[in-house]
Structures are given as C-alpha cells and as structure tokens.
DNA sequence: ACATGTAATGCAACAATGTTGCAAATATAA
DNA sequence: TTATATTTGCAACATTGTTGCATTACATGT
C-alpha cells in the first residue's frame, strides 16, 4: 500500500496537514467523498479556502480527481494508476445513500462524434440504487 | 415542427411567458444553454427566482433536461422523443468555445455493475474540442 | 540546530448560484 | 366576467467558488 508520504513526494509537493488530511481520508475511504465528507469530525480543522485550494493542488497534481454529480455536487477520489485509453472516468451514484464508486475498467464507450470532433476525456455517472439500498426500497 | 403551445398543452402546464421564453430559446437553438445564454440579451426580462423555478418545473414534466458540465456549470436542452433502453444521456462540451451539443443516439456505453446495483440512467459528458476549434487550434 | 527563501495558510471580502416564504399578479375554466 | 388555483417578483438567506494579502510553516543548505 502507497503512503501519503510518498504520494506527495512524488509529485515534489511539501508536506503539510491539510494535503495529508484529504490524501488519508481518501485513502482509507473505498469510495468518494464530497468535501464535508472528507472533513467528517473535524470542519474546522483548516480553513475553507485551506481546502479549498489543496483539493484544487491535488487534483493539479494528478493525485485525485473531481466527480462532478448531476446535483451539482461535487465528490473526491484518489486517482488510480492505470490510465485507459480513451480516459475514461466512470462513477456509479446511489440516488438513496448518495455514495459514490469509482468504476476502475469496468466499462465500455463509444461516440460517433461529428466530423474532425476530437474527444480529450469522457466522465460519466451512473445513476441508480447500491445493493444495499435496492434491497430496502424494493 | 412541434410548437411551444403544443409541447405546454401536452404537458398541462398553463402558458406562461417565462415558459414560453425558455422553450423558445432551446428550439430555436441546436446546442444546449446556460441560464446566462438563454436569457441573452434579455437578462432582467424574468426575476431569477421566476427562471429558476420555471426551469425546474420543465424538466419535472419532461420537456427539458439538465446538464451539468465537469466545471460545475449547467446547460439546459429540450428532451428528444426517443427514449433509448439504458437511458443514456450522452453530450459533447468544447472545452475551447464551451458549447455543448447533445449527442442523440449516437453512443453506446455498457459497465459491469457490483451484484445487484440498479442502474437507472446514465450521464455521459465529452469534452474535448468541437470541430471549428480543433482546427484553430492545432 | 538554525537561518533563509519559497510556498502554504488564514482571514476578509466578494461573486455566483441555489433555495424558501409570502403577498401580489395572472392564467384558465366556468 | 368572475372565481380559484397557479405563477410571479421580492426579500432574504445558504452554499460554494474565488481572489488578494499579510502571516506562518516547510524544506534545504549550512
């Protein structure tokens, strides 16, 4: 398992509290979390604007990622290594928990885009029920 | 061609100018708007409130749809007729111009879901350039 | 361990957008 | 034309995104 140390030496970042804060929140979460998420206990642990701008450094630096939800909101996650081809970002959203998964490989795309269209990366959201909450509502 | 009243009588929706404005401005258009590129150069011509409900009221009955982009903007365009199976929602935003056109039955994306997860709908963006850019800028 | 230059932080402030309640205005059906 | 339910505009507030700047903390070389 990767350390949050090495995580941002490799990207020659400094080592400070709230970039270790996120980094360790997201890597013990299996899934990804919205800002108040990732602050959980402690909301006032850092600055807004603190966290602000390390989310957007940490993104910069290829360490996490933005999932932005048809709601608006906006979710976390550290990035994975292995880059596909046509970058693509699949996450799946629960309607009833609102958890979100990172779908690492496990989907498929195409386009046929119009003529001399160039496509750079595809995101895109599953909107449904986890196991969980499809058993409840059912 | 299908008309504003048509598509607000279909609905029972009572006529009102702000839905007509909005209805208007997205048949007149092939590419989806902002709320700021919808009211153009009418900017005061509705309270933002009146907009704003009147936007939600739209897409509760289905006339129009939200998009909302990777840098948390939104984009509204009319609903298509087809439905497709797996309820794909599939759009392009230029990363270069901004525009964004939906992309009406022209993708196909498939995913291996974790055991007994629902999927309801699919939210697809691509963003890259559009053809006019692509050229400009290579 | 310490000084130093650079980078990150916290604060204040503001912008944009989302959201609600309520009284006044308006659309439709009789 | 009138009655009634709906829609509107206004005020107000919440949330999130964003910038500038003075202060503080980090990492490097000594």
Redo the contacts with the bound molecule.
């Keep these: 398992m990767i350390t949050v140390e090495e995580i941002?030496r490799k990207q020659?970042?400094?080592?400070?509290?709230?970039?270790r804060f996120i980094i360790n929140g997201l890597l013990e979460s299996d899934r990804a979390l919205?800002?108040?998420e990732l602050k959980g206990d402690f909301p006032?642990?850092?600055?807004?604007?603190?966290?602000?701008?390390?989310?957007?450094?940490l993104e910069e630096h290829g360490i996490i990622h933005?999932i932005?939800l048809n709601?608006?909101?906006?979710k976390y996650a550290l990035n994975s290594h292995h880059q596909n081809e046509n970058n693509l970002h699949s996450h799946f959203h629960c309607e009833e928990c609102d958890e979100v998964l990172c779908l690492e490989g496990k989907t498929r795309f195409e386009a046929e885009l119009p003529d001399n269209f160039v496509s750079h990366s595809v995101f895109v959201v599953i909107e449904g029920f986890c196991a969980d909450c499809a058993s409840h509502i059912k």
Excluded: H, M, P, Q
Excluded at 13 to 19: D, E, I, V
Excluded at 44 to 57: A, G, K, M, N, P
């Design positions: 941002l020659d970042l400094r080592g400070t509290a709230c970039r919205s800002e108040n006032e642990l850092f600055d807004r604007v603190t966290f602000y701008r390390t989310l957007i450094t933005k932005v709601d608006n909101s906006v």
